[in-house]
T-cell receptor
Framework: EAGVTQSPTHLIKTRGQQATLRCSPI?????VYWYQQALGLGLQFLLW???????NRGNFPPRFSGRQFPNYSSELNVNALELEDSALYLC????????????FGPGTRLTVT | AQTVTQSQPEMSVQEAETVTLSCTYD???????LFWYKQPPSRQMILVIR??????QNATENRFSVNFQKAAKSFSLKISDSQLGDTAMYFC??????????????FGAGTRLAVHP
């Protein structure tokens, strides 16, 4: 069974640009979660999508947005990039049975210069 | 708000020895889940073990086991017969039980474990 996949592996952008990160969940998983892992700030919850809708978002500005497609894959968009957006962005997926845990992809390393 | 605390930023252990990583959490919820995740230098986060708060029995997965003390809000991870491949950052995580907006994981700051030959 294929795990969670993310693309690209690395992304380098300039301040003010937009970044788009992609995630494909494990087959059969309907929920997709995005987390930011920034140096010194730990892992922070960004967004949760389930059945195509945004269900919850963390304490991040509106320039962090995303969507979930009918095939349950997801996209995270970060507009007006700032230097502090440089981080590892992790995507995770889960089934309806949340208690089994969330399964993570390898992440996208975003560097803003 | 829920918080998760890992008081040991770094630990080291000799191969084949046993090591215990500490985790405490703060919540007013009665039903929740607790997890330990491992993040090796390759950075892929791997689920190690899970515990449901309503279950008194401590979870075990091969060489990994937990000591769940609900009243003390403590959830430690024991790694037996440590192997070089156990070298990684270990994160303790909390998740509320239920529907709605309860499905985010709240992570501790992590414990960096080094296993030495």
């Amino acid at each position: 069974e294929a795990g969670v996949t993310q693309s690209p592996t690395h992304l380098i952008k300039t301040r003010g640009q937009q970044a788009t990160l992609r995630c494909s969940p494990i087959s059969g998983h309907t929920s997709v979660y995005w987390y930011q892992q920034a140096l010194g700030l730990g892992l922070q919850f960004l967004l949760w999508y389930d059945e195509g809708e945004e269900r919850n978002r963390g304490n991040f500005p509106p320039r962090f947005s995303g969507r979930q497609f009918p095939n349950y894959s997801s996209e995270l968009n970060v507009n007006a990039l700032e230097l502090e957006d440089s981080a590892l962005y992790l995507c995770a997926s889960s089934t309806l049975n949340r208690g089994i845990g969330q399964y993570f992809g390898p992440g996208t390393r975003l560097t803003v210069t | 708000a829920q918080t998760v605390t890992q008081s040991q930023p770094e630990m080291s252990v000799q191969e084949a020895e046993t090591v215990t990583l500490s985790c405490t959490y703060d919540t007013s919820e009665n039903n929740y889940y607790l997890f330990w995740y491992k993040q090796p230098p390759s950075r892929q986060m791997i689920l190690v073990i899970r515990q449901e708060a309503y279950k008194q029995q401590n979870a075990t997965e091969n060489r990994f086991s937990v000591n769940f003390q609900k009243a003390a809000k403590s959830f430690s991870l024991k790694i037996s017969d440590s192997q070089l491949g156990d070298t990684a950052m270990y994160f303790c995580a909390f998740m509320k039980h239920g529907s709605g907006g309860y499905n985010k994981l709240i992570f501790g700051a992590g414990t960096r474990l080094a296993v030495h030959p």
